[in-house]
């Protein structure tokens, strides 16, 4: 503890206040993460999972940090513009693990486990982090001259990395793999 809350606290119990509880106070609750308020963020992002945080916040009228909040507490972080829940249910794990196997032998290939899942979009959201556009034509272009900029090697690298993270889902039982 500081020096001046100590100082803070000495005064408090001088003036003969004995309690250390915070008292009642008026003014603005604490939280808007209300029961009510989380039913509804729920809702919306299962009514549409590339819903934003912004859209999200607009439709409720609460602030920003509250929404964040409450997705993280509901379960649900966003992953290539999309909600997805945090924790996979068993069945969701069975079912990605038996799709990436059954690709993994017919194709090598699996949609849920792409290149541009884990490797291009992390790319390009870091390179174009805080740069917003007037036009989707100017976004387009923008993003157009990111992967240019990125070389072959990059590609290269994205994509010799897939079979290596098929067999992490699978070690996984068909759980997220992240890094």
């Not at 029961?35 to 607009?58: C, G, Q, Y």
């Not at 032998?105 to 390179?127: A, C």
């Amino acid at each position: 503890m500081g020096a001046s809350s100590a100082r803070q606290w000495v005064k408090h119990f001088k003036n003969g206040n004995t309690s250390i509880q915070d008292q009642p106070r008026s003014g603005r609750p604490p939280t808007t993460s209300t029961e009510p308020n989380k039913k509804r963020v729920d809702e919306i992002i299962k009514e549409d999972r590339r819903v934003t945080l912004d859209a999200v916040t607009t439709k409720l009228g609460i602030g920003h940090n509250a929404v964040q909040e409450m997705t993280g507490s509901l379960g649900f972080r966003k992953i290539c513009a999309r909600w997805v829940p945090r924790l996979l249910t068993e069945d969701h794990k069975v079912q990605r693990k038996s799709i990436t196997s059954e690709m993994l032998r017919r194709y090598r290939d699996s949609p849920d486990l792409t290149s541009s899942e884990y490797h291009l979009f992390g790319f390009v959201k870091n390179q174009m982090r805080g740069q917003h556009y007037e036009t989707k034509d100017a976004l387009q272009t923008a993003v157009r001259q990111c992967l240019r900029a990125a070389g072959t090697e990059f590609f290269r690298k994205g994509i010799f990395k897939l079979p290596e993270r098929w067999q992490k889902c699978v070690q996984r039982n068909g759980d997220y793999v992240e890094k």
